[in-house]
């Protein structure tokens, strides 16, 4: 057919090394999505934020051994190509090429947008390597890049993927290859998300929560019955009330129960600070300390063959979309949720 096709996976990003930790974190925090105050107290915010936990944030990216910057951007690079490289097998008469759109950090959105301009394709698929939909992660993404993006070709965006069966299958590999591991250990699966606040949910309609939780509905399925289970969420910060249990408090309640667990990153598609450092080394450490073994973490869906295999149907399904400019890959929301783009989409039509 010989069509110009750019795939742009959006991601958060992460600093390249140590000195670049102050302004990503300065662009994580200024964002209005993250902290919803006026532009210049946002900022003032972001500045004291950045500055008062660089030295922290400092230590744990060096724990990862990746030059004391974050090892998303590499990962994502991977990824890229993998995915490249499918939709190159499955449209072969067409010029395929995946950019990379990072939210606070290089290759930032503008400079993407830019790169996506000069290729002048005619469709464009916006894919986020979030597979829940949150105003924090895939709506920030979206925003910028429509304000970003002035170059040709049709756009098609997948807004989320929480059901997806190659996404889904992934994650049942990898804890079956866990259970394995465990052996004759009771153990329970410990999945963990990361957080946000419970009013995003309540006051925005942020459909997060409910996607996470068919995630996890869609995963035990695929597992089958008689493992035992709990959905937590981890990187809880400031004074809000967050979505709960926390990862911490499940790693407790485990040794509370006498069972070790086994943690699985249910909303983390590559390896970053997020599993290396808060999963693997802090919250290992607590479960050493509180008796809980064994302690195991699934890794990241990364490269794993269902999963790229899914982000390439999401591409082509989105390709084939004629009216929809926004939708899930397979069952996105189920419930009506005031932030959900494709519902807001289908009542705009439907008005």
């Given at each position: 057919m010989n069509r110009r096709i750019a795939v742009v996976l959006f991601n958060l990003g992460g600093p390249d090394d140590a000195t670049s930790v102050k302004p990503f974190l300065f662009n994580?925090?200024?964002?209005?999505?993250?902290?919803?105050?006026?532009g210049f107290l946002r900022n003032a915010v972001a500045r004291l934020i950045s500055s008062r936990r660089e030295t922290s944030a400092q230590a744990n990216y060096a724990m990862m051994d990746a030059g004391g910057g974050s090892p998303l951007l590499p990962e994502t690079r991977k990824q890229a190509a993998a995915l490249e490289t499918v939709l190159g097998a499955t449209l072969p008469a067409d010029q395929v090429r995946t950019f990379i759109a990072m939210r606070y950090w290089n290759p930032l959105t503008e400079?993407?947008?830019?790169?996506?301009?000069?290729?002048?394709?005619?469709?464009?698929?916006?894919?986020?390597?979030?597979?829940?939909?949150?105003t924090t992660?895939?709506?920030?993404?979206?925003?910028?890049?429509?304000?970003?993006?002035?170059?040709?070709?049709?756009?098609?965006?997948?807004?989320?993927?929480?059901?997806?069966?190659?996404?889904?299958?992934?994650?049942?590999?990898?804890?079956?290859a866990a259970l394995v591991q465990a052996g004759d250990d009771p153990v329970r699966v410990l999945f963990s998300a990361h957080g946000i606040p419970e009013s995003l949910?309540?006051?925005?309609?942020?459909?997060?929560?409910?996607?996470?939780?068919?995630?996890?509905?869609?995963?035990?399925?695929?597992?089958?019955?008689?493992?035992d289970h709990v959905l937590c969420y981890q990187s809880r910060v400031g004074p809000m009330k967050w979505l709960g249990p926390t990862t911490p408090d499940g790693i407790a309640q485990a040794a509370s129960d006498g069972v070790g667990?086994?943690?699985?990153?249910?909303?983390?598609?590559?390896?970053?600070?997020?599993?290396?450092?808060?999963?693997?080394?802090?919250?290992?450490e607590l479960a050493h300390s509180l008796g809980v073994a064994p302690y195991l973490r699934t890794p990241t869906v990364s490269?794993?063959?269902?999963?790229?295999?899914?982000?390439?149907?999401?591409?082509?399904?989105?390709?084939?979309?004629?009216?929809?400019?926004?939708?899930?890959?397979g069952q996105g929301c189920k419930a009506r949720w005031k932030a959900c783009p494709y519902q807001a989409e289908l009542e705009g039509r439907a008005a």
């Open positions: 994580l925090f200024s964002d209005p999505a993250i902290i919803g105050l006026p400079q993407t947008a830019a790169d996506v301009a000069a290729f002048a394709p005619d469709e464009v698929v916006l894919l986020p390597l979030y597979p829940q939909f949150s992660t895939t709506e920030s993404s979206l925003k910028a890049w429509n304000a970003a993006y002035a170059g040709p070709g049709r756009t098609r965006a997948v807004c989320c993927y929480p059901q997806a069966p190659g996404w889904i299958e992934a994650q049942v590999e990898g804890i079956r949910v309540l006051k925005k309609g942020d459909p997060y929560q409910e996607q996470v939780e068919s995630t996890v509905a869609a995963v035990m399925a695929g597992l089958g019955e008689g493992v667990v086994i943690v699985v990153p249910v909303a983390f598609v590559s390896e970053h600070i997020e599993t290396l450092v808060e999963l693997d080394i802090e919250y290992g490269l794993a063959a269902p999963f790229i295999a899914q982000l390439a149907e999401a591409v082509t399904g989105a390709i084939g979309r004629a009216d929809l400019v926004t939708a899930p890959c």
